[in-house]
Nanobody, 122 residues
Framework: QVQLAESGGGLVQAGGSLRLSCAAS????????MGWFRQAPGKEREFVAA????????YYGDSVKGRFTISRDNAKNTVYLRMNSLTPEDTAVYYC???????????????WGQGTQVTVSS
């Protein structure tokens, strides 16, 4: 199995930046796709970004395009999410998921981390 652990969340003022990390441990596969999702209290889980471990162009949800950047370091079994120009609407628990196929649907991801809290203040 694969275990995922997110880190890097915290409190930041509007307009600021954060970088989240998701480290994989256990049995890993280089061709696993990775995705970032977020969920705020009372709201459904929202797609943020996804990237293939084997290459390809990253893609993003409409609400974060132009502000967030997903990247990977396969040697470290880690994916990152750089978040710029943060607003209070970005406040949520951010989760990373791993799966065989790149997808914006959470159902396509087999493994999940426990999440990291991001809070953006005004």
């Amino acid at each position: 199995q694969v275990q995922l652990a997110e880190s890097g969340g915290g409190l930041v003022q509007a307009g600021g930046s954060l970088r989240l990390s998701c480290a994989a441990s256990g049995r890993t596969f280089s061709n696993y796709a990775m995705g970032w999702f977020r969920q705020a209290p009372g709201k459904e889980r929202e797609f943020v970004a996804a990237i293939s471990w084997g290459g390809g162009t990253p893609y993003y949800g409409d609400s974060v395009k132009g502000r967030f950047t997903i990247s990977r370091d396969n040697a470290k079994n880690t994916v990152y999410l750089r978040m710029n120009s943060l607003t209070p609407e970005d406040t949520a628990v951010y989760y990373c998921g791993g799966g065989i196929y790149v997808s914006s649907s959470s159902a396509q991801y087999k493994y999940w981390g426990q999440g990291t809290q991001v809070t953006v203040s005004s």
